[in-house]
């Protein structure tokens, strides 16, 4: 079974500035789909932006970029100029292209973002 | 619009009964999923279906029902025999481009009395 990983409960930021929010995977799969949501205080569960891991190009959404190191099982969100409208719990998840087994989202536990005014 | 509704946003179950959730959506999206959200931790799949008239156990079934008679409508029944119902619903859709994007609906709290 894959697990995703969130090392960072909590994460603060000022804005402006860039923050990294860490994910790890472990899946004995070698195509798949990883993705960075967003949930807000409205708890509207948002996607952030996605990658295919056959795509070796780091997927990029105006200010929020990944960095995926496939042999690594990383894929971590990079936060350009932080505005507080980021401020949420952000979630990274797993899915398998394949489809073997449960066809879901296998999520992390998620990093709570804080930004500072 | 296009999108996936939720409803209610709160619903509240006393002991024994059993409440149904609704899920609907206009995305023509043939997949369909329900999570559940516990305070601290990230989603968990409870059932999906990938098409109408058919569904499969997620890794916590155990406890909930559902149907899926419409490609619309995917409702997922809380019945007595979940012990511990308190949790955030979220229902989700997905698309076959985009690398199978999950969209979420809005979720509904379900609290028990």
């Known amino acids: 079974a894959q697990t995703v990983t969130q090392s960072q409960p909590e994460m603060s930021v000022q804005e402006a500035e860039t923050v990294t929010l860490s994910c790890t995977y472990d899946?004995?799969?070698?195509?798949?789909?990883l993705f960075w949501y967003k949930q807000p205080p409205s708890r509207q569960m948002i996607l952030v932006i996605r990658?295919?891991?056959?795509?070796?190009q780091n997927a990029t959404e105006n200010r929020f970029s990944v960095n995926f190191q496939k042999a690594a099982k990383s894929f971590s969100l990079k936060i350009s100029d932080s505005q507080l409208g980021d401020a949420a719990m952000y979630f990274c998840?797993?899915?398998?292209?394949?489809?073997?087994?449960?066809?879901?989202?296998?999520f992390g536990k998620g990093t709570h973002l804080i930004i500072q005014p | 619009d296009g999108g996936i509704t939720q409803s209610p946003k709160y619903l509240f179950r006393k002991e024994g009964q059993n409440v149904t959730l609704s899920c609907e959506q206009n995305?023509?999206?043939?997949?369909m999923y329900w999570y559940r959200q516990d305070p601290g931790q990230g989603l968990r799949l409870i059932y999906y279906?990938?098409?109408?008239?058919?569904?499969q156990k997620g890794d916590i079934a155990e406890g909930y029902s559902v149907s899926r008679e419409k490609k619309e409508s995917f409702p997922l029944t809380v019945t007595s025999a979940q012990k511990n119902p308190t949790a955030f619903y979220l229902c989700?859709?997905?698309?076959?481009?985009?690398?199978?994007?999950?969209?979420f609906g809005p979720g509904t709290r379900l609290l028990v009395l």
């Open positions: 899946t004995s799969e070698s195509d798949y789909y």
């Open positions: 279906s990938q098409i109408v008239n058919d569904f």
């Open positions: 998840a797993y899915r398998s292209r394949s489809g073997g087994g449960a066809d879901g989202l296998t």
């Open positions: 990658q295919e891991a056959y795509k070796q």
């Open positions: 989700a859709s997905r698309t076959d481009r985009s690398a199978k994007t999950q969209y």
């Open positions: 995305l023509n999206h043939d997949a």
